[in-house]
């Protein structure tokens, strides 16, 4: 099992995967710290890549969208993990776009019902 405390970083991506999917958000949370505690000091851009796709991966885990959003736009764009990136992002736009009109339909609805 990956050592949440001092994960290396080939480990993140699938260690945080098989935490989301564990639903051990505890220890999801531990890894998501050290991503981005590493990303302020790593200058190495597939070491940020991985850390970047591990912190998109929890933020989307927990439905903070707009952190999973920053996480995944600030993706190299060289790297082999920026269509993970891309996917997860359009993943979310998707997914609030179909929220908002649902929200409108069932608004809609609801004032045509009371107009009767």
Not at 4 to 14: G, L
Not at 52 to 73: K, M, N, P, V
Request: glycine share 6%.
């Amino acid at each position: 099992m990956i050592d949440v405390r001092r994960p290396k970083y080939p480990d993140v991506i699938f260690g945080m995967e098989v935490l989301l999917k564990l639903n051990k958000l505890k220890e999801a949370q531990m890894l998501a710290s050290h991503c981005a505690k590493a990303l302020r000091s790593t200058t190495d851009r597939f070491e940020q890549s991985v850390r970047l796709t591990g912190l998109g991966e929890y933020y989307s885990g927990i439905q903070r969208w707009d952190d999973a959003l920053a996480a995944w736009e600030h993706m190299p764009p060289e790297q082999p993990f920026r269509r993970d990136a891309l996917n997860g992002i359009v993943q979310i736009h998707l997914a609030n776009a179909l929220h908002a009109a649902n929200t409108r339909a069932s608004t809609a609805v609801g004032t045509e019902r009371k107009s009767r």
